[in-house]
């Protein structure tokens, strides 16, 4: 469930792209720089979300540089970074695992399982410096699990589990905003959980995987549309908690990835079911 937490970068300015690409590079330099470079594979723009939200609303402070890399050999790319940078590298690292893991246990992959077995070792780091979110992460997941192995077809209970998880990675320390940076998580891990069971609804219903929005309508896959007023609902919960934060730096941006870039994905899906139906719209 990678890759909905992203920015609409069509409609973002060339100072907010330039300050968004800059934390991105951040947390692939975080990553080469505690766990090397092999381990950027695992980068993806959902930590950098959680990076702005944790920057913006703690101002610590930043470390501005430009370097050349693999990607952009030719010219150096400018960065940032702060400590929710190496926060966000660990956070990567475990979710990565996770992932893997899952896919291992769920196909049967072996190149999976592989790649798994060459993260253990920065796992474990992770672990050690992390073992309150690395001990939720593997809590919900196996909740997850259980319900997937039983059918559940109440979607709310696995999109809960997978909330707790997300909401257990905003709280990087416990103070007074810990409540609100709780709900902000959990409800973005549910719209995430649940958009990702839509998007794959027809996917799933021909390959006969688990899904529990295919449960909940009795195996029948049902248009994407059915589902915006439940993700629209979800969402307005996440938005709600993300306006109780004092947010100044980088609102914009972070308004553009929570109002906009989360539904990337829905709506290219839809796009793509409806004009397959009407392919003459």
């Known amino acids: 469930m990678f890759g909905y937490v992203i920015a609409r970068k069509d409609t ?19 990553l080469k720089e505690h766990y090397g470079s092999l381990h ?34 030719a010219k150096p790319q400018a960065f940032w970074q702060n400590r929710f940078s190496v926060y966000a590298a660990d956070l990567t690292i475990a979710l990565t695992y996770h992932k893997l893991r899952d896919d ?29 979110q690395c001990g939720l992460i593997e809590r919900e997941l196996d909740a997850l699990l259980a319900l997937e192995k039983a059918g559940e077809a109440v979607p709310d209970k696995c999109a809960a589990a997978f909330g ?40 799933d219903a021909k390959k006969g995987r688990y899904n529990p929005l295919l449960l909940l309508h009795g195996g029948q896959a049902r248009p994407l549309a059915d589902f915006e007023p439940m993700l629209l609902m979800v969402a307005g919960q996440c938005a709600a908690a993300f306006d109780r934060l004092p ?29 397959k139906e009407n392919p003459s719209e």
């Open 164 to 203: 707790w998880l997300m909401a257990g990675l905003f709280v990087e320390q416990e103070d007074h905003w810990s409540p609100v940076l709780w709900d902000m998580g959990f409800f973005l891990g549910q719209f995430i959980y649940l958009q990702d069971a839509a998007v794959d609804l027809h996917k």
């Open 247 to 275: 947010l100044v730096q980088d609102v914009p941006l972070l308004k553009n990835i929570l109002y906009e870039g989360i539904w990337t994905r829905y709506h290219e899906a839809r796009s793509r079911q409806e004009h």
């Open 104 to 132: 291992w246990l769920d196909e049967g992959d072996r190149l999976k399982k592989g790649l798994m077995d060459q993260l253990q070792g920065a796992y474990d780091k992770v672990k050690a410096r992390l073992p309150r």
């Open 12 to 30: 973002l300015s060339e100072e907010q792209l330039a300050r968004y690409r800059g934390c991105y590079c951040g947390l692939c330099h975080a």
């Open 40 to 73: 950027r594979l695992a980068l993806n723009y959902d930590m950098t979300f959680l990076i702005l939200v944790l920057s913006s609303l703690y101002e610590p402070e930043e470390r501005q540089d430009a370097k050349r890399c693999a990607v952009h050999p």
